[in-house]
């Protein structure tokens, strides 16, 4: 159980471009869904927390006209890179905390590695 | 604040001896500590955690780690490491509700383990 996607898993893109990102939770209901993103041979870094049915709260430092985050449903929320650039291109990783597992555990998708050319 | 650091950013055995990442944490509160393994185009893999009960915690594939408080560690080890070892493993600290973003994932900077035959 506790199994999260993410769709693509890699995309290739044209400066100016927008590009969305999916993460589903799917087997159990994320109230809660993080964004983070990963420099090559770097840490994760959170940019943004979503819960279902209201805005995000983004990091400081980040844009959240640039990337914009919907969590529409308890299994599925969306990251959208708007007119990317070559410096948005990282991996992209989101996690989800459920209603019905342990509380304190996040739950990892495999990440999407964005190249914006 | 919280934050957590990877001593060293590779460490590299030979199959069969034993492993120790290590790491070491700063909180203001009781913390909540976390390793996370990342293998390559997959998705972090929580290996265990520590919540404020026993000081000694096991993990999945032969992991465990100990909690110190006196020197604000919590060092990964395994007896014997196995091939399938080798990958990034991240220290993570979360947020303790006293200092808001109760859910908030502080990440160390990794350490890459490499084993060799």
């Known amino acids: 159980g506790a199994v999260v996607s993410q769709h693509p898993s890699w995309v290739i893109c044209k400066s100016g471009t927008s590009v969305k990102i999916e993460c589903r939770s799917l087997?159990?209901?994320?109230?809660?869904m993080f964004w983070y993103r990963q420099f090559p041979k770097q840490s994760l870094m959170l940019m943004a927390t979503s819960n279902e049915g209201s805005k995000a709260t983004y990091e400081q430092g980040v844009e959240k006209d640039k990337f914009l985050i919907n969590h529409a449903s308890l299994t599925l929320s969306t990251l959208t890179v708007t007119s990317a650039h070559p410096e948005d291109s990282s991996f992209y990783i989101c996690?989800?905390?459920?209603?019905?597992?342990?509380?304190?555990?996040?739950?990892f998708g495999p990440g999407t590695r964005l190249t914006v050319l | 604040a919280q934050s957590v650091t990877q001593l060293d950013s590779h460490v590299s055995v030979s199959e069969g001896t034993p492993v120790l990442l290590r790491c070491n944490y700063s909180?203001?509160?009781?913390?909540?500590l976390f390793w996370y393994v990342q293998h390559p185009n997959k998705g972090l893999q929580l290996l265990l955690k520590?919540?404020?009960?026993?000081?000694l915690v096991k993990g999945i594939n032969g992991f465990e780690a100990e909690f110190k408080k006196s020197e604000t560690s919590f060092h990964l080890t395994k007896p014997s490491a196995h091939m399938s070892d080798a990958a990034e493993y991240f220290c993570?600290?979360?947020?303790?509700?006293?200092?808001?973003?109760?859910?908030?994932?502080?990440f160390g900077a990794g350490t890459r383990l490499a084993v060799h035959p």
């Open positions: 087997d159990f209901q994320a109230t809660t």
């Open positions: 520590y919540t404020s009960a026993a000081t």
């Open positions: 909180s203001s509160y009781s913390p909540s």
């Open positions: 996690s989800a905390k459920g209603t019905r597992f342990r509380s304190d555990t996040q739950y």
């Open positions: 993570v600290v979360r947020f303790s509700m006293f200092s808001g973003g109760y859910n908030k994932l502080i």
